[in-house]
């Protein structure tokens, strides 16, 4: 089946444009997470929904960052004025039972 | 909240050699405990788990035990392949939608 897909694969912008990153999930999975994979670093949780609950916004590094989620579905993170530093790997999950089901993730270069 | 600590890399292996990455973590309740694999480029997936003491999971050769007496989910292979050069990930989940990961461990398999 369908596992989790994000689009583009790979983005280069230039410092200060505003991006948008896609993800869709596993279709009926409620759980949907986004984190961000800096170089040789671990997972830093950005942000979580959960079905229709207002979604878990504790992890996004500043208000540039924000997503949606539309229809419980498909989900847009958006960094606006991007900053050097926001270049990382975008990594979005569903889950179902505990388990999560990673895409294949963004990797985001800020020039 | 839940914490996990694993050990250091890269890792650094032969062909055929013994693994043993190390993974003792710290949580509320009785965790799941997972790892996730991450093969170059592309995002995570799991690798196995287990869900109560003394259970042991076990996938493509790996495996890891549930030791709740000493908070440790230790992940092992008795002879590594070059496919698994990869960054493997320990992460236990104490019942908290927002996982933990660990920082990931870097496993290089040499011919």
């Known amino acids: 089946g369908a596992g989790v897909s994000q689009s583009p694969s790979n983005k280069v912008t230039e410092k200060g444009k505003d991006v948008e990153l896609r993800c869709d999930p596993i279709?009926?999975?409620?759980?949907l997470y986004w984190y961000r994979q800096s170089l040789g670093q671990g997972l830093e949780f950005l942000i979580y929904?959960?079905?229709?609950?207002?979604?878990?916004k504790s992890g996004l590094p500043s208000d540039r960052f924000s997503a949606e989620r539309t229809g419980g579905s498909v989900s847009t993170l958006t960094i606006q004025r991007t900053q050097q530093e926001d270049s990382a790997v975008y990594l979005c999950?569903?889950?179902?039972?505990?388990?999560?089901?990673f895409g294949p993730g963004t990797r985001l270069l800020v020039l | 909240g839940d914490s996990v600590t694993q050990m250091e890399g890269p890792v650094t292996l032969s062909e055929e050699a013994f693994l043993t990455i190390n993974c003792t973590y710290t949580?509320?309740?009785?965790?799941?405990l997972f790892w996730y694999v991450q093969y170059p480029g592309e995002g995570l997936q799991l690798l196995l788990k287990?869900?109560?003491?003394?259970d042991k999971g076990s996938n493509k050769g790996f495996e890891a035990t549930y030791r709740k007496e000493t908070t440790s989910f230790h992940l092992e292979k008795g002879s590594v392949q070059v496919s698994d050069s990869a960054v493997y990930f320990c992460a236990p989940n104490g019942g908290s939608y927002i996982p933990t990961f660990g920082r990931g461990t870097s496993l290089i398999v040499h011919p």
């Open positions: 999950a569903s889950s179902s039972a505990e388990t999560q089901y």
């Open positions: 287990a869900t109560k003491a003394d």
């Open positions: 279709s009926g999975h409620t759980a």
């Open positions: 929904f959960q079905g229709n609950s207002a979604p878990d």
């Open positions: 949580a509320t309740g009785y965790p799941s």
